[in-house]
């Protein structure tokens, strides 16, 4: 986790927004709530602009916050496939919200 934070000590506000905040977790989750499960290089493929440590620290970060699960496969090439726990599944529905308000809301841009 890149925060040198107690969780427990957090307000469920302060800790919903470090889940969703940041420029990638939203659409990270967005990603996987359209997915049972997904893998890394397909993850990156579907995130134009993300670099491959971006996308490392951010699942990182959302496994250590426990809405999302790593799933290594020990196969030649080795196969790793990410997906949302039962915590990130009731993140769905926010998730959702927010992008439709997005949808609705987004400026136009000349």
């Known amino acids: ?5 107690n969780l427990e000590q957090l307000c469920p506000a ?7 905040g940041g420029k990638w977790n939203l ?9 049972d499960t997904i893998r890394y290089n397909e993850l990156k493929r579907s995130l134009n602009g ?4 971006m996308l490392t ?3 990182k970060d959302l496994i ?7 799933e290594q496969y020990n196969e030649v090439p080795p196969r790793v496939e990410y997906s949302l726990t039962e915590a990130g599944k009731k993140l769905v529905p926010l998730v959702e919200s927010i992008v439709a308000w997005g949808e ?3 400026p136009v841009v000349k």
Request: glycine share 6%; net charge neutral; aromatic share 10%.
């Open 14 to 20: 302060t800790f919903a927004f470090q889940v969703v």
């Open 104 to 106: 609705n809301n987004i």
């Open 27 to 35: 659409p990270i989750l967005a990603i996987l709530s359209e997915n």
């Open 1 to 5: 986790m890149k925060y040198n934070v």
């Open 50 to 53: 993300i670099t491959g440590t």
């Open 64 to 70: 250590d916050y426990g809405v999302i699960h790593r």
């Open 57 to 59: 620290n951010c699942l």
